[in-house]
């Protein structure tokens, strides 16, 4: 018999169709009117369900996987959680290649989603055997039958997001956007959506936010890459040492950098006003928010969307710690050990 119960197949039916939220008090100083795409509302908690659910049923599609094949990525976290959330319910085996600046909570969430994680050294270029993508691409040659996801350099990533971002943006705006604000890593978030919203009202300004340390904006400033812009920073899932083929740098009108401190005070801030508990980056996306209200980028009349990409849950021992924080130097210890002392 079948029975009329209201409920979902399984959890990749609930993926995309996040929510836009008002910030109203973090931005009840700015001119204008600023909303969040809340990516964590998806059921891996990161617009990285997006991309996974995409490429791997266009896989299926082109009948290249069947059942059992495995699926590789190279991943600072969140793909990798989507890559594997998706291979459970499909009967995929998961294989991720991952920088070892990952935080430990998200190297041991993707082994409970059954995951198998290799862990490879972040601070090796992008074409040293060791690197997170050369150990990947090695897999995908040695294993047949394997599907290899290599978000930054494929065109399904900028895809899912033309296809399911940019036409929830739009139609959550009712077409009244005028900034889109976006972190970009592999950009495919960013020049995805920007490529929807830019064929809708080429007026639509698209703003990407870049880290110090990375190569993406003098990229698009020079289409020279520079290898001298390239040095160590804490923020994940930002900026990039190399330039991915995932972004169309040409729908993108400029870039703004970030720093880490800055990106990691704003996160928390969010949290605290908001009652959003969000990740890193969305951090970054608001700071760089605050940084382009102070050029006057804003006007009342502004419609401005920023991405946030995911959860703070992922970042407990790093952004959301004192003691992380105070180690890096973005808080006075002794103020820490202050409010500690607080008793009742
Ligand atoms: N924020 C976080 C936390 C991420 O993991 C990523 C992806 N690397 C991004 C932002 C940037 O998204 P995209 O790769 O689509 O540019």
């Excluded at 809340?38 to 791997?56: M, Q, T, W, Y």
């Excluded at 998961?94 to 082994?111: E, G, H, Q, T």
């Excluded at 929807?196 to 340390?213: F, H, R, T």
């Excluded at 991405?307 to 820490?336: C, E, L, T």
Aim: glycine residues 8%; aromatic residues 10%; charged residues 25%.
């Amino acid at each position: 018999m079948e029975h009329k119960i209201d409920a979902y197949n399984n959890v990749l039916e609930l993926v995309g169709n996040t929510p836009l939220i008002k910030l109203s008090k973090l931005a009840s100083e700015i001119p204008g009117n600023f909303y969040a795409k809340v990516e964590a509302f998806n059921p891996g908690h990161s617009s990285k369900d997006r991309i996974a659910l995409h490429i791997i049923e266009d896989a299926e599609r082109k009948g290249i996987l069947k059942p059992g094949d495995t699926i590789i990525e190279t991943t600072s976290g969140n793909t990798g959680f989507s890559v594997a959330m998706v291979s459970i319910i499909k009967g995929y085996d998961c294989i991720l290649a991952v920088s070892s600046k990952s935080s430990p909570d998200k190297i041991d969430m993707l082994r409970a989603m059954g995951a198998k994680v290799y862990v490879c050294p972040a601070n090796v270029s992008a074409d040293d055997p060791r690197s997170y993508y050369q150990v990947a691409k090695r897999m995908h040659e040695e294993l047949k039958g394997s599907v290899y996801i290599n978000q930054y350099f494929n065109d399904l990533n900028l895809d899912a997001h033309y296809q399911s971002t940019g036409p929830e943006i739009w139609n959550q705006t009712k077409g009244q956007i005028t900034h889109l604000i976006a972190c970009s890593g592999t950009g495919g978030t960013i020049s995805g959506t920007a490529k929807y919203l830019k064929e809708q009202n080429k007026d639509v300004k698209v703003i990407g936010v870049d880290a110090y340390g990375s190569v993406l904006k003098k990229y698009h400033e020079t289409r020279e890459f520079d290898r001298g812009e390239i040095y160590p920073y804490r923020i994940e899932g930002l900026g990039k040492n190399l330039i991915p083929t995932a972004t169309d740098f040409d729908v993108i009108d400029k870039f703004i950098k970030v720093t880490d401190e800055e990106s990691a005070h704003t996160a928390r801030e969010i949290s605290k006003t908001e009652g959003l508990f969000v990740g890193y980056t969305s951090g970054a996306a608001f700071q760089a928010i605050k940084q382009l209200a102070e050029e006057g980028e804003f006007d009342e009349n502004s419609v401005v969307v920023a991405i946030f990409p995911d959860h703070g849950s992922r970042y407990m021992s790093k952004v959301y710690s004192d003691k992380w924080m105070a180690d890096q130097g973005f808080f006075d210890s002794k103020n820490i050990e202050e409010e500690q002392k607080i008793e009742y």
